[in-house]
């Protein structure tokens, strides 16, 4: 079974940065697609960004200019660099990967930009 385990989130003032990472237990060219997705209080799950194994990344109208995906393979890790957070960047960010007939989800990281 895939695991993916995320860190870096915590408490940040409004303007400020933060940098989430995604690790799988596998190497990240076994997956066609590889997300961050967000939850809010009280709402849905929003995709934020996404990285397909070919192609183009792509973002969320509301982080465009602010957020990068990236990754490191050696590392088999997705990261998600987050700048100039807003209040409404507060949720809960997921990691998620989709494989052959399979699709993981990490446990989560908290992001709550307050002052």
């Known amino acids: 079974q895939v695991q993916l385990v995320e860190s870096g989130g915590g408490l940040v003032q409004p303007g400020g940065s933060l940098r989430l990472s995604c690790v799988a237990s596998?190497?990240?060219?076994?997956?066609?697609?590889m997300a961050w997705y967000r939850q809010a209080p009280g709402k849905g799950r929003d995709l934020v960004a996404t990285?397909?194994?070919?192609?183009?990344?792509t973002y969320a109208d509301s982080v465009k200019g602010r957020f990068t995906l990236s990754r490191d393979n050696a590392k088999n890790t997705l990261y998600l660099e987050m700048s100039n957070l807003k209040p409404e960047d507060t949720a809960v960010y997921y990691c998620?990967?989709?494989?052959?007939?399979?699709?993981?989800w990490g446990q989560g990281t908290q992001v709550t930009v307050s002052s």
């Open positions: 990285m397909p194994s070919r192609g183009t990344i």
């Open positions: 596998v190497s990240i060219f076994s997956f066609g697609r």
């Open positions: 998620n990967a989709i494989g052959i007939n399979y699709e993981s």
